[in-house]
């Protein structure tokens, strides 16, 4: 009896058991079904939005789509607004899907999903337009003059959030100062480079690059620099030791921007005087056949917007007979020769004396007194007591 009465209460929490179950999922149908769902959405301004909603479970109630301003976009698959850039995907009894082409930052803002219940039940989305701004290189000044001071600010307008600004000079990163404003929904951020011209920066690269949350590769733009400088001029020679007789080449090196025009060649402040073996093409001077009457002082002038400059070279012509006669000096190497001898040999002189006076002494038993000693033993008592006569009994050995 026990066990069936056992048997009997489980089978009935069974039974409940399977019935609250039930009714939970039937009471989930038919309340949270009827609820629309939808999603956030994320988008970069000028692209495409898609809007969704849907509900689980729907009796054929119609479902609206409405923008931030409260105007119906669609109405099932009614259209309600006149925008072009909304269009509908899909209308169904369970799915609203809208397209947004081309957003704009002023679509930005909390979109509702209505079902037509009673009541009308409603849910929102929000959607997000995010902005890089494209970056804009100001105060670039073509031509730039060596000496000026430039500022270039590089602009990324109505960013959204704020977009990161990094300067680069040519490939190296160089650090400006950065500036963010506010703009209503957007900012404008601003970054300044500051930095005296010289030279150097002719033909440098400065980029500008936009990095923002929206972009998977920076924006970037890039203006060369242009520097105008004043003319700077060398002379460079085709040999290093002109003869009489060999072809020789001047030519005037200049380094200016623009690039210094024309060249003058003069010869000891005058005119070249010899036209026909004197050849001047561009920057270069070529003498044909070198001789005597070509010595002096030879320059070139150039000058620029920016001024002048030139440069000068004295040219002496070396007879090539002279170099061919004089060889080696016999009467000088043999009186160099004749010098390290008798240094020498006085040296040795010298050193000779000087052995021959300290060649070294030393006393011996003997001198000491020894051979007046009848035995060994007396002679070494002998020669500890008698070093005060030492000196007297020296031997020396030449």
């Known amino acids: 009896m026990i066990v069936k009465l056992h048997l009997i209460f489980t089978l009935y929490s069974l039974c409940a ?19 629309p769902i939808t999603q956030n959405v994320t988008v970069v301004e000028g692209g495409t939005a898609n809007m ?7 009796d054929n109630t119609s479902l609206q789509w409405s923008n931030p301003a409260q105007q119906t976009l669609f109405f099932g698959d009614k259209k309600a607004l006149r925008d072009h850039r909304i269009e509908l995907v899909r209308a169904s009894s369970q799915e609203l899907i809208i397209r947004i082409s081309d957003v704009l930052l002023s679509d930005e803002g ?53 977009a990161n600004i990094r300067w680069f000079r040519n490939d190296k990163e160089v650090q400006g100062t950065k500036e963010v404003n506010a703009t209503g929904k957007s900012f404008a951020v601003r ?14 690269a400065y980029t500008c690059s936009v990095e923002h949350v929206s972009l998977p590769n920076p924006y970037m733009t890039t203006e060369v620099l242009e520097v105008h400088y004043a003319p700077h001029l060398e002379i460079t020679h ?13 030519e005037c090196v200049s380094i200016g921007n623009p690039i210094p025009e024309p060249v003058l060649w003069s010869k000891d402040g005058g005119e070249l005087p010899d036209i026909e073996r004197m050849i001047v093409e561009g920057r270069e001077l070529t003498i044909t056949t070198l001789n005597k009457t070509d010595n002096g002082t030879y320059r070139c002038e150039a000058s620029n917007h920016l001024g002048t400059s030139s440069a000068e070279y004295v040219l002496f012509v070396y007879d090539p007979n002279a170099f061919a006669q004089h060889g080696p000096d016999h009467a000088l190497i043999g009186g160099v020769v004749a010098v390290v001898v008798f240094i020498t040999l006085c ?5 000779g004396r000087y052995l021959a006076r300290h060649k070294g002494t030393y006393l011996t038993h003997e001198a000491k007194g020894a051979e007046d000693a009848p035995d060994a033993d007396t002679a070494i008592i002998n020669a500890e007591g008698n070093h005060v006569h030492a000196e007297e009994k020296k031997e020396y050995f030449i």
């Open 347 to 351: 040296l040795i002189i010298v050193l």
């Open 238 to 250: 085709s040999l290093i030791i002109p003869q009489e007789g060999q072809y020789f080449k001047l």
């Open 110 to 162: 909390q979109y509702t999903c209505s079902l037509f219940t009673m009541p009308v039940k409603t849910t929102k989305a929000f959607l997000t337009v995010l902005v890089p701004g494209r970056p804009d290189i100001t105060g670039f000044t073509k031509p730039a003059m060596e000496g000026d001071v430039l500022t270039l600010t590089c602009t990324a307008p109505g960013s959204k959030p704020a």
């Open 52 to 58: 969704t909603c849907r509900v689980d479970y729907n």
């Open 17 to 35: 058991s399977v019935f609250k179950v039930a009714g939970t999922k039937s009471k989930a149908k038919g309340s949270q079904g009827q609820f």
């Open 191 to 204: 970054s300044s480079l500051q930095f005296q011209v010289d030279r150097r920066e002719d033909g440098v």
